[in-house]
């Protein structure tokens, strides 16, 4: 079965009141903002697009470098790797899909590492728990994921 590969980015924001990470919900599932990398698209491209289309953010920057973890594999061979950025920008949209014609996520909410490992599905604590030490935002401890690429 041939790997479906997703690109995301974990935006972190810090502030007096400490670290905290963007979390969109569609239905009952929170994720970092992620897509489909498309044919000829490179991930970090992908990933760039997709937290713009999915947020309106653009202004990141790639503090910790341009290292990345992925998930294992679930739903059919489906694979989600996370890139970390940080960013000034607070302000989120949730533009209309011009594919659903309707928002591609019912809710956003920036959120401490602790509300974060709450809210993620289990596959992607492990993805948390990478960036909260690469960050130094917060830690957690749970088991899998698979470490890859340059950092």
């Known amino acids: 079965m041939a790997k ?28 970092f903002p992620k897509g489909l990398v498309r044919a000829g698209e490179e991930p970090l491209e992908a990933a760039r697009r997709e937290l713009e289309e999915e947020t309106g953010l653009s202004a990141v920057e790639f503090s910790w470098g341009l290292g990345f973890r992925e998930t294992m594999p679930y739903g059919r061979g489906k694979v989600a790797r996370y890139y970390v950025a940080e960013t000034a920008e607070t302000r989120v949209v949730l533009p209309v899909s011009e594919e659903l014609g309707r928002p591609e996520h019912h809710e956003y909410r920036w959120v401490s590492p602790g509300e974060a490992g709450v809210l993620l599905a289990h596959r992607v604590r492990p993805i948390l728990d990478w960036a909260a030490g690469l960050t130094g935002c917060g830690t957690r401890s749970s088991p899998g994921g698979k470490a890859v690429g340059g950092g």
């Not at 997703?6 to 929170?30: E, M, T």
């Open 4 to 31: 479906v590969l997703s690109a995301g980015i974990i935006v972190v924001s810090r502030s007096r009141g400490g670290c905290r990470y963007l979390l969109l919900r569609a239905y009952s599932y929170w994720d």
